[in-house]
Nanobody, 126 residues
């Protein structure tokens, strides 16, 4: 059974840091991504990584503050979030894609992902 298990969310003050984890079981994937959904807003792309090459992509809103990485041995993807702001408050979802990504904007297209985690809440207090 394929599962994506997220962990690491919580409550943090503005300027603080958190690290989210996404552990995949059941199979490996070509790409992983993090999306988030804030209250009253649509789900948005945050970051993505290619499992084989390690190439990454980020939303402009998190560039320079968030880092996505992978641990091949643990089949786990991480999202390190620094300099957190109240506007980063959201439920963060891990997503995995079986087929590799190509073309501009591929990673950000949520409809292309095959599996999703249950989400983990991140709350940044001001």
């Amino acid at each position: 059974q394929v599962q994506l298990g997220e962990s690491g969310g919580g409550l943090v003050q503005t300027g603080g840091s958190l690290r989210l984890s996404c552990a995949a079981s059941g199979r490996t994937f070509s790409s992983y991504a993090w999306f988030r959904r804030a209250p009253g807003k649509e789900r948005e792309f945050v970051a993505a990584i290619s499992w084989s090459s390690g190439s990454t992509d980020y939303a402009n809103s998190v560039k320079g503050r968030f880092t996505i990485s992978r641990d091949n041995a643990k089949n786990t993807v991480y999202l390190k979030m620094n300099s957190l702001k109240p506007e980063d408050t959201a439920v963060y979802y891990c997503a995995a894609k079986i087929v590799g990504c190509s073309g501009s904007g591929c990673y950000a297209r949520s409809g292309l992902y095959d599996y999703w985690g249950q989400g983990t809440q991140v709350t940044v207090s001001s």
